[in-house]
Each structure stands twice: as structure tokens, then as C-alpha cells.
């Protein structure tokens, strides 16, 4: 089936009836996302059967618990991951299951709360003016459960795929990705899917991330006085005084879908006794990161500093007309009305990791600066929204 023709086959009927049935299960879906928000999921000590501390292990818990309750089959990848499932059946015509699964992949794992600007409590789940304000209910527990609930609502409309759909809960976006890692060496990967933490419209294409350190060691004879003054006057010129594009290191890359490179979170630190920067470069997709080792590596050599590269992800790039992004596209068009064409982001998320998914959602356009803040928030009516656009997504995606 061409692109076109399975994007624009969603019967006008039938999409109605899912929209109205999540409508239908708005409210339980609240009490749920104001539930799992109450529940700390900070990454602490590992324990047995809780590599990322007792908190996202009964947040991880809380949520199989729900989903099986909901009819879903659960699988816990030994507390790294978890996921819902429902498997794909038989055509109505007898055309066989179809291989693979397609998936919303998002996670219950947050950033601490930290000391102060909270206006309510942050893990009170606080509910005033259509509005839920807690630790985590955008980045990323409400939007996760918006998926299950979404898959959810085609359940109870009978509504069953043609391939298996997971709703798979991540535990350790925010400190590492270790999660997934672990993931891909016990599951498959998807054949399609999506991740609910980014923003609207359908994100195609994501920048590289690379994170660098630089590390002024003594060179015979130089004391520590000297040592420091060099490195100080190599931080006063290349990063004081430096565009945040990177021009001083020659990585000032750009293109037009990604835009410019950028270089930020500067953090001064000791590296074995060394005085040492680190910070962390978004790049477009016309530079690799083979070309910015070689020229970061020129300019620490020339500076008598050493190059240390500490991380990579390379850019993630879907084609715009290719079937994911255009049902992404069509689902949120049709339930908000607004232009879904798809953009870039310069931010960074599990489909740096997981094959064959792009960030959908849940910030609407002009929602920005929310997750990772003191009162982090996010509408009733969005969360209801998100979910009816996952709901056509995963049915339209699934079949």
C-alpha cells in the first residue's frame, strides 16, 4: 500500500468512535497520571531486581500492575524496562499477523525535584484550574500514560492490530540510556514507533550530540602556576569570549534543516589533578563526528591541551514523506487542526538510541522550558489531546 493510501484510509466514522472513546476514559486516565506522579522515581542505588533504586522500580511496578489490570500483557525486562502488549491477530479476511511490533516508547525515571520554586509540593500529583503540576507529569509519566491509555481505548473498542503494539516504560532516560542499552540485548527492535518526549509537530530528524573534555596536563618544566595561566587564557579565548557556534574551534557547521551547530553546558573539572572543560556540542547532520574529533583535536593540540571524547550520538534522520512521519503527521493534523508539517530538534532522545522511532510530542508549539523546572506542568485538556492523537497514531501505525 502506497504512503498516501494508508495515511488517508482512517474512516471518519471509526475515527470518532476512538476519539470519543478516550474522552470516555479521560478521567481515569487523570486519576492515573496524578497517581504516578505522587511516586519519587529519582535514580538511586541499585538494589536486586532495581538497577536504578527502589523509587523507578515502584514506579515501574505501579505501572505493569495498571496495565495488566487494563488486559494487557506486561513483560518486566529485569527492571531495566517494562512494557505493555497487545498482540497482533488475524485479518477479518484472514490476512496473517504482520511481523515485527510497532511502539510509544517513553520513561518513568525523573530529574530531582531540586531545593526550591516549587509553589505545591512536587510529587503532589496537584490539581487546580485544569492543570496538574508535579515532578514529571510532562517528562515524562503523563505522556507515557497517555499512550497506554490511548492503546487503551482501541481495546475497548475491540479494535485489535495487525501487528504486536508496545507501550514500553523506560527507567533511566534522564541518567544514561543504560535502560535501552539493556533493552536491545534481550528484545527486538520495533519496526516503527514513536516517543512521547519531545514536541509537536512530528520531529524527523534529530541534531548529533557529542560530549568533549579538554584537559591542560604540565608539560616538562611548567609548574602549576604556568599550567593554570595556560589553560585560563585557552578558557578566556575559545570559550569567554567565543560565539556559542563554535567558530573558535573551527566546528561552526550548519545546514538548513538543523540549522547551526552549538556548543554549551561548559562545566570546569578536575581531571586527575589536571585543571579540564567539559561541555557538549549539538551538531547538524552535514558534519560527522569523525570531522569534529579531527578539528577539536587540532585546536587542543595547538593549545597543548588533551582531547578526551566522553560520548556520542550520531544524528537521526527520517525521511519526511517515508510512512511514519506522514501518519504522524496526518494523526496530529486531524485531531488539532494545525499545520503538522514535520520539524528538527536540537534536543536529544531515545530515538538517538532505538531504531526506527522519531519524537512525537507531548509540548504543542509554544509549550517550551517546562520539564526539568520547578513547577513542571502540564494541561488536562493537552494530556486528553495527546492521547487521542496516540490513539489514531497506534492504531494507524499498527495495521
Same mark, same amino acid.
Given at each position: 500500500m502506497s504512503t498516501e493510501e494508508e495515511v488517508l484510509s482512517l474512516d471518519p466514522e471509526l475515527e470518532q468512535r476512538i476519539l470519543s472513546e478516550v474522552d470516555a476514559i479521560s478521567d481515569e486516565m487523570v486519576d492515573a497520571i496524578?497517581?504516578?506522579v505522587q511516586q519519587k522515581s529519582v535514580q538511586d542505588e541499585p538494589a536486586p531486581g532495581a538497577p536504578f533504586g527502589a523509587g523507578v522500580r515502584a514506579a515501574l511496578d505501579q505501572t505493569l500492575e495498571r496495565a495488566a489490570a487494563m488486559g494487557f500483557e506486561t513483560t518486566d525486562v529485569d527492571g531495566y524496562m517494562g512494557y505493555a502488549s497487545w498482540a497482533g491477530e488475524k485479518g477479518a479476511d484472514g490476512s496473517e499477523v504482520l511481523p515485527g511490533y510497532v511502539c510509544a516508547l517513553g520513561h518513568l525515571d525523573v530529574v530531582p525535584e531540586g531545593t526550591s520554586g516549587w509553589k505545591v509540593p512536587p510529587y503532589s500529583g496537584h490539581l487546580e484550574d485544569g492543570r496538574i503540576t508535579s515532578r514529571g507529569v510532562l517528562d515524562?509519566?503523563?505522556?507515557?500514560?497517555?499512550?497506554?491509555?490511548?492503546?487503551?481505548?482501541?481495546?475497548?473498542?475491540?479494535?485489535?492490530?495487525?501487528?504486536e503494539v508496545r507501550v514500553i516504560f523506560g527507567c533511566n532516560e534522564e541518567t544514561g540510556f543504560n535502560d535501552l542499552r539493556y533493552y536491545l540485548e534481550h528484545e527486538p527492535a520495533p519496526v516503527m514507533g514513536f516517543t512521547p518526549d519531545c514536541k509537536y509537530p512530528v520531529v524527523y530528524a534529530e541534531r548529533g550530540r557529542m560530549a568533549v573534555r579538554l584537559t591542560a596536563r604540565a608539560a616538562d618544566g611548567e609548574d602549576a602556576e604556568a599550567l593554570l595561566g595556560r589553560f585560563f587564557a585557552f578558557m578566556n579565548e575559545y570559550v569567554l569570549n567565543a560565539k556559542p557556534s563554535g567558530e573558535r574551534f573551527g566546528i561552526d557547521a550548519s545546514d538548513p534543516e538543523f540549522g547551526i551547530t552549538e556548543v554549551r553546558n561548559y562545566k570546569l573539572v578536575d581531571d586527575e589533578g589536571a585543571?579540564?572543560?567539559?561541555?557538549?556540542?549539538?551538531?547538524?547532520?552535514?558534519?560527522?563526528?569523525?570531522?569534529?574529533?579531527?578539528?577539536?583535536?587540532?585546536?587542543?593540540?595547538?593549545?597543548?591541551?588533551?582531547? /578526551?571524547?566522553?560520548?556520542?550520538? $550520531?544524528?537521526?534522520?527520517?525521511?519526511? $514523506?517515508?510512512?511514519?512521519?506522514? /501518519?504522524?503527521?496526518?494523526?496530529?493534523?486531524?485531531?488539532?487542526?494545525? $499545520?503538522?508539517?514535520?520539524?528538527?530538534?536540537?534536543?536529544?532522545?531515545?530515538a538517538k538510541l532505538m531504531p526506527n522511532i522519531v519524537p512525537f510530542g507531548p509540548s504543542f508549539p509554544g509549550q517550551k522550558g517546562i520539564g526539568h523546572q520547578p513547577n513542571e506542568w502540564m494541561d488536562v485538556a493537552d494530556i486528553i489531546t495527546n492521547a487521542k492523537i496516540y490513539a489514531l497514531s497506534l492504531y494507524l501505525l499498527s495495521r
Open positions: 496524578r497517581s504516578i515524562n509519566k503523563g505522556p507515557v500514560y497517555a499512550c497506554l491509555y490511548a492503546l487503551w481505548a482501541l481495546k475497548r473498542l475491540g479494535l485489535a492490530p495487525r501487528r585543571p579540564a572543560v567539559e561541555f557538549a556540542i549539538s551538531y547538524p547532520a552535514s558534519v560527522t563526528a569523525a570531522e569534529l574529533e579531527e578539528k577539536l583535536g587540532a585546536v587542543a593540540k595547538s593549545q597543548g591541551l588533551a582531547l /578526551t571524547v566522553t560520548g556520542n550520538f $550520531d544524528p537521526v534522520r527520517f525521511e519526511k $514523506d517515508c510512512r511514519l512521519v506522514r /501518519t504522524l503527521q496526518y494523526t496530529y493534523e486531524h485531531v488539532t487542526g494545525a $499545520d503538522g508539517s514535520p520539524v528538527t530538534t536540537t534536543g536529544g532522545t531515545y
